[in-house]
């Protein structure tokens, strides 16, 4: 996908902007999906890619929407993330490279994956 940062930064808001282009980080409980129980398919806020099910996310009590797998195996693409003191794995969307969040080896059952993921950098396609 060939979008300038500058057709970026006037595709999206600055809020999702920071996220998705910057790397960053919404606050605990801040956003619109961590405590959402409404059913359908997440979708990438920048490019609206497919990304996570309803149907594999689990109440993690991080303040982070969080899933045990993305919807589709190639769906999302992995970075090693070494800002911080520890290395984290990222996540980000295949089809934009849009940062999404963090994926982690703590989750339940079947995957035991953890997927900490941006309210910001989702849309929710709710199934009707
Ligand atoms: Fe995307």
Not at 11 to 22: D, F
Request: aromatic share 10%; with cysteine.
């Amino acid at each position: 996908m060939d979008v300038s940062e500058e057709e970026w930064k006037k595709r999206l808001t600055k809020e999702r902007y920071r996220i998705l282009r910057k790397k960053g980080t919404e606050p605990a409980f801040s956003g619109e999906y961590w405590d959402c129980k409404l059913k359908g398919v997440y979708v990438c806020a920048a490019c609206g890619n497919p990304l996570f099910s309803s149907d594999d996310k689990f109440d993690s009590g991080s303040g982070w929407p969080s899933f045990t797998r993305p919807i589709e195996k190639e769906t999302v693409g992995y970075t090693k993330d070494k800002k911080l003191f520890q290395t984290r794995t990222e996540v980000h969307c295949s089809t934009c490279h849009g940062h999404l969040g963090h994926v982690f080896d703590d989750g339940p059952p079947p995957t035991h994956k953890r997927y900490c993921i941006n309210s910001l950098a989702l849309h929710l396609e709710e199934k009707r």
